[in-house]
């Protein structure tokens, strides 16, 4: 089943100040009514970064990396990350150590399906992962991420 999409237009934006402060991308689709993602979300635990896309038609959906490495991070990363699209857990795989693409590809399961039926949650799943940190999908991604992540560690631990 294929669902035509009118193309529309995202505009950053922000509002609140300081802790509160709320930053992302809105816009409206006229078959799915005004859409807003926000990344990063104000943060409310420790170790935890997370997105958000919420619009009229279109499932919500909440994507949340938990560990360390988020304190170094400003964008949710595919290391230990939960997604929810409505009320459904998306179930996600990938073989990290994987060498070629095909290995290395997300694989989401949502609804028992491996593809989503078409319509809002593509849209919401577009969305998210356009504010996720996805270089760990690449080989020379996940190097530079990696050491990236090891030495800002360091960093942090040093001073």
């Known amino acids: 089943m294929h669902t035509a999409v009118t193309p529309f237009t995202l505009h950053r934006w922000q509002e609140g100040k300081g802790h509160d402060r709320r930053t992302g991308w809105r816009g409206t689709s006229a078959e799915f ?6 990344c990063p979300l104000p943060r409310t635990a420790a170790e935890t970064v997370a997105s958000e896309v919420r619009g009229g038609l279109i499932p919500t959906a909440f994507f949340e990396a938990r560990g360390i ?3 170094v ?6 290391n230990r990350s939960t997604l929810r ?5 998306v179930y996600m795989t990938r073989n990290r ?11 989401l399961r949502y609804g028992g399906r491996l593809l989503p039926p078409a319509g809002g949650a593509d849209i919401t799943l ?3 992962f356009a504010r996720v940190d996805r270089s760990a999908l690449t ?3 996940a190097v530079r991420a990696g050491v990236s992540r090891v030495t800002n560690l360091w960093a942090e631990a040093t001073y």
């Open 97 to 107: 150590w994987g060498t070629t693409r095909r290995q290395r590809s997300l694989r």
């Open 73 to 78: 991070t400003s964008l949710p990363t595919l």
């Open 33 to 38: 009514g005004e859409i807003t993602a926000v």
């Open 85 to 89: 699209v409505g009320d459904a857990l």
């Open 69 to 71: 490495h988020t304190d």
């Open 126 to 128: 577009a969305m998210i």
């Open 139 to 141: 080989r020379g991604g």
